[in-house]
């Protein structure tokens, strides 16, 4: 009896110990047991937000990232089965240019679809937290394309990888960690080079990578027609979706990234909702086509970019390959509040300023400096009320709706949020009457009650215009934990710079079972 009881015991320990190594490969999942960032739980709104939404905690997720618009969607399956969109998060920083990553070193943030599982979750990273993408994928692998430890992390500084901020990739890892503890074995991972509409692809059908976008929208539409996560296989160097056992087959389909494809067929209720969708996106791009939408020039001197919302929050600012901000400019957008600390070692994308090429489709689409086009929102008006502020405050404005201002003012394209940003000279150079000045003498002469010495003394207790705040910088040792996105600073309970309770029911102990 002892010795089968001690038989069973060790039986138990070896395979224990057997579902620990083969889930382990990765040694990072031993820490996650003592490391409290890992262990944060996922904020009290976002849980609340949950609930009315008819989502589960511990509910399978997905998600998808577009590079153009600069944003990274967390996706929840709800008690119906399909999916729901659950929060969109604006990436900080991200690298390279929209298109696929080829080679290591290109600086290429990748494109595609990928599966992440939980050897994938690094709660050591040097960037707060991350998770590896899975970059190359067998589809990659099959043409050839080289790179390792392209992440989805913290902070906002990006070599080839996506950069959420440290709060942001905290509530990330801890839905991606709660869909493990129910079930999940791995969430797919979407990443696209912006939003598959007709006006997108509009705008982009010169560019080279267009016959892999065309490729990757398959899975877009898949997904947008069913709210389900799509069945992702490769063969002949190309992705297949939503794939099943041909009716005559007696086995499911083998693939493989680069061998010829087998039998299969997608189910006729999928098939026939995305025929349909593809029928009205294509009839809306011919019509913009034959309007003679601009198409977007390569942008050459600008890395990536980043949500104008992390863009309103630095000096020279720019948000390079990413969407400008339409209806909100910069300067809007930098009263509020940032979701997640930007730290001083930000490189913002650099700004487009080189003239656009002489070939007529080559109109900017995408710089900051672009003219409007019947596809875009123009955003002259907010623009042009922030150089009223800053060059002569009423006078000045009241002069140029007279008609009385330069040209200048209206007819050079600089960047907004460039302009803004910059520090202005301390001392200026004696400059000739403006229209301004001539408005204010005629007012003087006319106006029989009207005292000079009053004008003096306004301008004189005029505060002038404040600095940037300083909180965009932060300092470079960052604290362990950082407090929630979804909660704000100041709804947090947890004193700052504090380690957080830890569950016992802690991410190890609850994920080794399932190891």
């Not at 609340?48 to 399978?60: H, I, R, T, Y």
């Not at 590896?132 to 050839?144: K, S, W």
């Not at 493989?256 to 294509?282: F, G, H, L, M």
């Not at 403006?434 to 505060?463: G, I, N």
Request: glycine share 6%; net charge positive.
């Amino acid at each position: 009896m002892i010795s089968r009881s001690l038989a069973r015991a060790l039986l138990a320990s070896f395979a224990l110990t057997a579902s620990v190594l083969l889930a382990g490969c990765d040694t990072d999942q031993v820490s996650l047991a003592t490391n409290a960032k890992a262990n944060q739980p996922v904020p009290p709104k976002l849980v609340a937000a949950m609930g009315e939404k008819n989502m589960d905690l511990q509910s399978p997720i997905l998600i998808r990232l577009f590079k153009q618009e600069a944003e990274l969607e967390i996706w929840k399956q709800t008690r119906s089965g399909q999916f729901a969109l659950l929060k969109t998060y604006p990436i900080c920083r991200w690298s390279g240019d929209l298109g696929p990553k080829v080679r290591e070193g290109d600086r290429q943030a990748p494109e595609g679809f990928y599966s992440i599982n939980p050897s994938q979750m690094n709660p050591q990273s040097a960037y707060y937290l991350s998770f590896n993408t899975g970059f190359p994928n067998a589809f990659d692998r099959a043409l050839g394309r080289t790179g390792s430890q392209l992440m989805v992390h913290g902070d906002c500084s990006s070599r080839g990888c996506y950069a959420m901020t440290d709060e942001q990739i905290a509530e990330i890892y801890s839905l991606g960690r709660e869909s493990f503890f129910g079930g999940q074995k791995a969430f797919q991972f979407q990443a696209y080079p912006f939003r598959m509409t007709p006006v997108n692809m509009a705008k982009h059908r010169n560019n080279p990578n267009m016959a892999f976008w065309k490729m990757i929208k398959e899975g877009y539409d898949h997904f947008e027609v069913t709210r389900q996560e799509p069945k992702v296989d490769f063969c002949e160097k190309k992705y297949v979706f939503d794939a099943a056992k041909a009716p005559d087959a007696k086995r499911d389909p083998v693939f493989d990234a680069s061998a010829k494809c087998p039998a299969y067929v997608i189910p006729e209720d999928i098939a026939s909702a995305v025929r349909e969708k593809q029928a009205k996106d294509d009839a809306e791009y011919a019509k913009l086509v034959a309007k003679g939408t601009p198409v977007a020039r390569m942008n050459t001197g600008i890395d990536g970019g980043m949500n104008k919302i992390f863009a309103s929050k630095i000096p020279e600012g720019s948000t390079g390959l990413s969407e400008a901000a339409e209806g909100n400019t910069l300067q809007m957008l930098a009263m509020a509040k940032a979701p997640g600390t930007i730290p001083g070692h930000v490189n913002p994308p650099k700004p487009n300023l080189e003239p656009a090429a002489a070939s007529p489709q080559e109109e900017p689409v995408v710089a900051v400096s672009a003219p409007a086009t019947s596809t875009r929102v123009a955003s002259a008006a907010p623009a042009e009320k922030s150089q009223e502020k800053s060059q002569g405050g009423f006078f000045s404005g009241l002069a140029r709706k007279m008609g009385m201002g330069t040209a200048d003012t209206t007819a050079t394209t600089t960047p907004p949020p460039q302009a803004t940003a910059s520090v202005a000279p301390t001392t200026k150079p004696a400059a000739p009457p403006t229209a301004a000045s001539r408005l204010k003498a005629a007012v003087t002469r006319f106006v029989p009650s009207h005292d000079a010495s009053k004008d003096k003394a306004v301008a004189a207790a005029k505060p002038a215009e404040p600095a940037k705040p300083a909180e965009t910088k932060v300092a470079a040792t960052r604290p362990a934990m950082k407090p929630s996105v979804s909660d704000g600073a100041g709804d947090s309970a947890q004193m700052a710079g504090a380690a957080p309770v830890v569950s016992s029911n802690s991410f190890d102990s609850r994920f080794g079972a399932v190891k």
